[in-house]
């Protein structure tokens, strides 16, 4: 199995808009959708690849204009991403 190097903290409307923009499978979508009901803040767990692809995937979803009226909320999801994949903070006190 794959190391889960990256812990990258997400809210619920991370969540969403991954699922949404994002195009993950396997291990990674699957700790998505069982996320806890009533859970606000989750640390989820991927590796490093699976960080760059998902940055690489939302990226292109705001830059190809297939994040509609989200674009907003994909771009500042993937400066989080961005920040946690070049400090190693995965940490969501970056944003507020």
């Known amino acids: 199995m794959a190391n889960l190097t990256e812990r990258i ?9 991954i699922l949404k923009y994002g195009y993950v499978s396997g291990r ?8 806890p009901k009533g859970q606000a803040i989750r640390r989820v767990g991927m590796t490093r690849v699976e960080l760059q692809w ?3 995937d939302l990226s292109h979803s ?7 009226t989200d674009v907003e ?3 500042d999801l993937c400066d989080h991403l961005e920040y946690a ?7 969501l006190d970056m944003m507020w």
Do not use: F, M
């Not at 705001?62 to 509609?68: D, L, S």
């Not at 994949?85 to 940490?91: A, F, K, M, S």
């Open 54 to 56: 998902l940055i690489g």
């Open 9 to 17: 903290q997400l809210t619920r409307e991370h969540r969403d808009l």
């Open 28 to 35: 990674l979508e699957a700790s998505l959708r069982r996320w």
């Open 62 to 68: 705001c830059v190809k204009g297939k994040a509609g």
């Open 85 to 91: 994949q070049q400090t190693g903070d995965g940490d």
């Open 73 to 75: 909320a994909v771009a």
